[in-house]
């Protein structure tokens, strides 16, 4: 149950995720790069019923499950051999914090979408409003708090790819260890730099990884809330 649980998570967050990243990440590109992916993507026969066979099933058995463990509500829950000591602790807490991105994402996002109040065609203005709005102190709140989203999911993904590994027993020497250690570093660290550009680039229409491009939107949005 424990290599199922971990199993169902690491495969559809990481397609979730790394999709989402880059046809994200397209938006750096101009509004028509990154409608030219999003509708593509929409417009693919069939996707919905493998989004939710192969993605949001499996997803929902890891939150679930992950939640029981959270709660220590699975018991004899054991962690992998030669896990770092506090690798629980933070998966723990970082699941907490990725299951409540990407619940926002869903509410916000999947089911406009599913709905039909949303269209493909919406999602960039939509992003550009709702990441661009800053409150009265000047603070884009909606852009932190994706930021904070990504940096807890990047790094339960990565911790998580990790575990399932050392479970599967790929961390039996310590050279195997340092490279699972390094691989999923970098995994992580690289998922929040994509992520966190894009999310900068919507709020500000400058690039976190270097230099500033045109606009995200045409409109430039100065509203506070």
Do not use: K
Request: glycine letters at 8%.
């Amino acid at each position: 149950m424990l290599r199922l649980h971990s199993a169902t998570g690491m495969m559809p967050l990481t397609v979730f995720f790394a999709l989402h990243l880059w046809i994200n990440a397209r938006a750096t590109q101009g509004r028509r790069a990154y409608e030219t992916w999003a509708c593509a993507l929409h417009s693919i026969p069939g996707r919905s019923v493998f989004e939710t066979l192969f993605i949001a099933v499996p997803l929902v058995f890891h939150a679930v499950y992950g939640v029981l463990i959270a709660l220590d509500r699975v018991p004899g829950y054991p962690d992998p051999p030669n896990a770092h000591p506090w690798s629980r602790s933070m998966e723990r807490a970082t699941g907490i914090g990725a299951l409540l991105f990407v619940a926002f994402h869903v509410v916000a996002i999947r089911l406009p979408l599913l709905t039909g109040e949303l269209v493909a065609e919406d999602l960039h203005p939509r992003l550009v409003d709702q990441l661009s709005t800053t409150n009265a102190l000047g603070v884009p709140v909606a852009a932190v708090l994706y930021l904070l989203g990504l940096a807890a999911t990047a790094y339960h993904l990565a911790n998580g790819v990790s575990r399932f590994c050392l479970r599967a027993g790929m961390g039996d020497t310590p050279r195997a260890r340092r490279v699972l250690s390094i691989s999923c570093t970098l995994l992580g660290s690289v998922s929040f730099l994509v992520g966190a550009n894009t999310v900068v680039y919507f709020a500000t229409g400058a690039s976190l990884l270097g230099g500033r491009g045109s606009p995200p939107s045409a409109v430039v949005i100065e509203r506070r809330v």
